[in-house]
């Protein structure tokens, strides 16, 4: 078995050098639909986590009456943690929000002075509200809207902030639905370019393979070589693409950065290089294989 294989791997080499104009121009080819490939999951990777650290920024709040009594706003706070889309419930008390309004405008005289003037604390207590998931937001503000709340609550923040969610939920879902349809579009290709030049091998070695039938060869040691072409062209265009990506990755994160401060894109790919490897290697390879084994299976008739 062992030397069957070994031949196999042989002759699959001796085929992928033989054909070596349609060769490289295969390997040209999985390899710019690879670099599109890695490319493609980096700038994925970057929108989730900016999208992420605009979703993690994005809350709504509730602003109670100045009277509202302490323990039916702490009440209001713990109904919410039980809430299964409630991520974080932040309760903002009144001195904490006097403290905090000092601190913002301490360098403005006439605000601080209009403080000292006043003989009570004008500032209501406050919840600020972390969602799960966006969805998640129009939920939160429909339990919020519960008649047994309004004698206490004063404003809630949803609607002031819908557009922002709304906005932030069409961006996600546009890049998560595109970035799946580029993917299919870029596997179709490769895996059409393969194919032929698998058709095109056989095709163009069908008198030799006549000759094997005839000598009594197996199917294995006749259709494996082809499949060792396809692996040959996924291998060499993935190791190509790897290396493209990185270069082009290095080059951009410093134009990436003016736009996204909070992203080196550089240091992301390099902690995560061997995720991004590991999928163009199984992405091209995979082609190679699939693509090989149905024009085996298509055009040589054994």
């Known amino acids: ?35 599109g490939f890695g490319g493609l999951l980096m700038f994925n990777s970057l929108a989730n986590i900016v999208l992420a650290d605009i979703q993690d ?7 109670f009456k100045v009277d509202a009594p302490e323990d039916r ?42 403080l000292e003037a006043l003989d009570e604390n004008p500032l209501a ?4 509200i972390k969602a799960r998931e966006l969805k998640d937001y129009e939920a939160i503000a429909g339990y919020l809207d519960k008649e047994s709340y309004k004698d206490i609550t004063d404003k809630i923040s949803y609607a002031q902030n819908i557009g922002v969610i709304d906005r932030l939920k069409s961006i996600k879902s546009t890049v998560e639905q ?9 596997s179709l290709v490769a895996a059409l370019i393969i194919f032929n030049t698998i058709r095109l091998a056989i095709y163009s070695n069908r008198e030799e393979l006549a000759v094997m039938r005839l000598v009594g060869a197996s199917n294995f040691f006749i259709r494996g070589p082809y499949m060792i072409e396809g692996i ?61 084994y149905i024009a085996v299976r298509k055009y040589l008739k054994i």
């Open 1 to 35: 078995m062992l030397t069957t294989l070994s031949r196999v791997i042989k002759y699959g080499l001796v085929g992928f050098w033989r054909n070596g104009w349609l060769s490289t121009a295969t390997i040209a080819i999985v390899f710019l639909v690879l670099v």
């Open 57 to 63: 920024k994005i809350d709504i709040s509730i602003y």
């Open 73 to 114: 706003i702490l009440e209001v706070q713990r109904a919410l943690e039980s809430l299964p889309e409630v991520k974080e419930v932040e309760y903002v008390s009144r001195d904490t929000a006097l403290e905090t309004f000092r601190e913002q405008h301490k360098d403005d005289p006439t605000v601080s002075q209009a």
């Open 125 to 128: 207590a406050a919840i600020n």
């Open 178 to 186: 595109g970035g799946l349809l580029l993917i299919i579009f870029i």
């Open 232 to 292: 040959i062209y996924g291998i060499v265009g993935s190791i190509m693409s790897v290396i493209m990506v990185t270069i082009g990755v290095f080059y951009a994160a410093p134009y990436v950065k003016i736009f996204v401060p909070d992203i080196n894109g550089w240091t992301y790919y390099l902690s995560n290089f061997f995720m991004f490897m590991s999928a163009q290697i199984f992405f091209g390879v995979g082609l190679g294989v699939v693509s090989s």
